[in-house]
């Protein structure tokens, strides 16, 4: 079955720092990718997502892009703030369903 | 207009006992799917309902069970709970059957505590 593995956290980070939140998956066909975010006290959104190979999906400043061949889907953004501070999760498709990773936990200290 | 709305939002039982979650989702939305989420885990997919017929079950024992009602809302029963059902359980609704070609919105979840 499908699995998606990403780096364990806490990732604790200085406000402006560079971030990057490593993602691989293991998928039978070529699965849509996504990155959903979980803030403190909230649902989870969708963060950005890609379809296809190579595809780069952005939002916020944040950014992902699609790896075929290193099945990867590494989340990075250039400068951290505070209010970023959540909980992320590499999410691939199945048939009828998401499958998530673990979720990595983002603290960013000012 | 509203999201994905949830009840209750904290339950807590007794292990042995029945609960029921309830979950709307978006207006206009005709597909739910159930998830839980054990806390440092990410979800688990439980089931997806799409025009009041179970489209798909994740690897759940039977206790678990679900129903989609004509306005498209729906209901998680779990039955004879255990320790081990504790998590925060998350709804989320879509526009047509499935996460391949649409996005999934996410309820703020139910916490379920079981003693």
């Known amino acids: 079955g499908n699995s998606v593995t990403q780096m364990e956290g806490p990732v604790t980070l200085s406000e402006e720092a560079f971030l990057t939140i490593n993602c691989t998956y293991t998928a039978t066909g070529y699965p849509s990718l996504f990155w959903y975010v979980q803030y403190p006290g909230e649902g989870l959104q969708l963060l950005l997502k890609a379809t296809k190979a190579d595809d780069k999906g952005s939002n916020k400043g944040f950014e992902a892009t699609y790896r075929k061949e290193t099945t990867s889907f590494h989340l990075e953004k250039g400068s951290v703030q505070v209010s970023d501070s959540a909980v992320y999760f590499c999410v691939g498709t199945g048939r009828r369903a998401l499958t998530f990773g673990s979720g990595t936990r983002l603290q960013v200290q000012p | 207009d509203a999201g994905v709305t949830q009840s209750p939002t904290h339950l807590i039982k007794t292990r042995g006992q029945h609960v029921t979650l309830r979950c709307s989702p978006i207006?206009?939305?005709?597909?739910v799917s159930w998830y839980q989420q054990v806390l440092g885990q990410g979800p688990q997919f439980i089931f997806q309902y799409y025009e009041k017929e179970e489209r798909g079950r994740g690897n759940f024992p039977d206790r678990f069970s679900a129903r989609q009602f004509p306005n498209y809302s729906s209901e998680l029963n779990v039955n004879a709970l255990l320790l081990g059902d504790s998590a925060l359980y998350l709804c989320?609704?879509?526009?047509?059957?499935?996460?391949?070609?649409?996005?999934?919105?996410f309820g703020p979840g139910t916490r379920l505590t079981v003693l």
């Open positions: 989320a609704s879509s526009l047509n059957g499935g996460p391949v070609t649409d996005t999934q919105y």
């Open positions: 207006s206009g939305h005709k597909s």
